[in-house]
């Protein structure tokens, strides 16, 4: 691997960190988890993530699906598996499905667009992050990934207005995490 590469490891990371702050329920220490509902599959599924092994995790999230079909955890969840075993399309469809349930989501967007500009598709990651934006105006990553997918179409001035409002956004609204580098089309 080369040195400034990213390895998949620190995506399965970073995209980890993000679903389970935004999209994830809080998931609590001391409840007991039963196999008949869809939360013991989700967070199992969420445990073979960090492990790194995807097909497992898409197994539960699977499952989870067949116990709560609707479930939008366990369709960004899935989607993320799905992204990480090279199954573009197969994600793409998880989060197609799970904005036609909950098209007022903004982290749905946000997640959609991260596949599609990491997947070179950087108009119609702009076209998801402009929605994520206008559902949820004070997210400082999507205004950074915005950024980069705008400097991938060689969209400076915009770009750079992006990058300026991620940057005013994590000083001024601690609620929303400081973009890093990591955040942009190398995740």
């Not at 969420?46 to 995790?57: D, N, P, R, V, Y």
């Not at 609707?70 to 989060?95: V, Y």
């Not at 750079?160 to 089309?185: H, R």
């Amino acid at each position: 691997m080369r040195k400034d590469s990213v390895s998949p490891w620190l995506i399965c990371v970073f995209l980890t960190h993000a679903l389970l702050t935004v999209v994830t329920p809080v998931l609590g220490q001391s409840e007991t988890l039963d196999p008949t509902k869809s939360d013991y599959y989700v967070k199992r599924g969420l445990a073979f993530m960090e492990k790194g092994q995807t097909s497992e995790a898409i197994a539960d999230f699977t499952a989870a699906l067949e116990i709560k079909p609707g479930s939008i955890t366990a369709l960004s969840q899935r989607a993320r598996a799905f992204f990480f075993t090279g199954q573009a399309s197969r994600s793409m469809d998880d989060l197609n499905r799970a904005i036609r349930q909950v098209p007022s989501n903004a982290d749905l967007f946000k997640l959609r667009a991260d596949i599609l500009s990491t997947s070179g598709d950087f108009e119609n990651a702009i076209k998801d992050y402009n929605k994520a934006i206008s559902l949820s105006p004070y997210t400082a990553a999507a205004y950074n990934n915005r950024a980069v997918a705008l400097a991938n179409l060689n969209k400076a001035k915009e770009a750079v207005e992006d990058l300026n409002t991620a940057m005013e956004l994590s000083i001024t609204k601690p609620s929303s995490p400081a973009p890093s580098v990591f955040q942009g089309s190398q995740w």
